[in-house]
């Protein structure tokens, strides 16, 4: 792997410009961009590049991602995650694990689904959870998520924890309201963690903190 991207894993309770911020000054460089963003509140692999190699950054963009997703059953907030209000509630009806997996199983495929209201995605120049922020009403677009694996984790009472492959540009959020509404609930994401970005492996990132203090 070329000295000029960086793997690092990223916290819960900043963002991935956040962890630009620190990099650049820890390491002295300005040119430095990521190869996709993660929410404050997910963790895991992001890929940093600098130098010459910020060319990358567009073919990285498009290289597909895994998640671990842990799901809350029966709430569903504004936002996708638990940091956003609950606008709705419905009763977990008793599932089986394998009701879960078949349900996984139907995942994988191409699905057109509405974006998050809080995502970055813009709409006439403004980012949508801009909009959300200011109580403005506007229609989320609706974009191609692909799913390329979905396995089944953990089950922890009302908790399900799931691996899910999918394409560039798909959000985990809409997914998990997704399974919720096909295991007869409704849902949203208690913890998101990225794994995977492509060959790139959570496993080779480093923390921020490995690179010493700030210069």
Do not use: C, Q
């Amino acid at each position: 792997m070329s000295p000029d991207l960086i793997l690092i894993d990223k916290p819960k309770g900043i963002s991935s410009f956040d962890v630009i911020r620190a990099l650049r000054k820890k390491l002295g460089i300005w040119k430095m961009g990521h190869a996709g963003t993660l929410d404050p509140n997910a963790t895991g692999l992001l890929i940093i590049a600098t130098g010459a190699e910020t060319k990358r950054l567009a073919s990285l963009l498009g290289l597909p991602k895994t998640y671990e997703a842990e799901i809350l059953l029966g709430k569903k907030t504004d936002s996708g995650d638990i940091t956003g209000v609950v606008i709705e509630e419905k009763s977990v009806p008793a599932i089986s694990e394998l009701g879960i997996k078949r349900a996984l199983d139907g995942l994988i495929g191409n699905h057109f689904l509405r974006v998050p209201i809080y995502s970055a995605i813009k709409k006439a120049g403004k980012p949508l959870y801009k909009y959300a922020r200011d109580g403005e009403e506007v229609e989320a677009p609706i974009k191609e998520m692909r799913v390329i694996s979905a396995f089944l984790l953990k089950v922890d009472g009302g908790v399900i924890s799931v691996s899910l492959g999918v394409s560039s540009g798909s959000y985990i959020r809409t997914l998990a309201e997704l399974l919720a509404e096909r295991l007869g609930t409704v849902g949203t994401v208690l913890n998101l963690r990225r794994t995977s970005i492509g060959d790139f492996k959570i496993e080779n990132a480093k923390k921020i903190e490995d690179f010493g203090t700030i210069k």
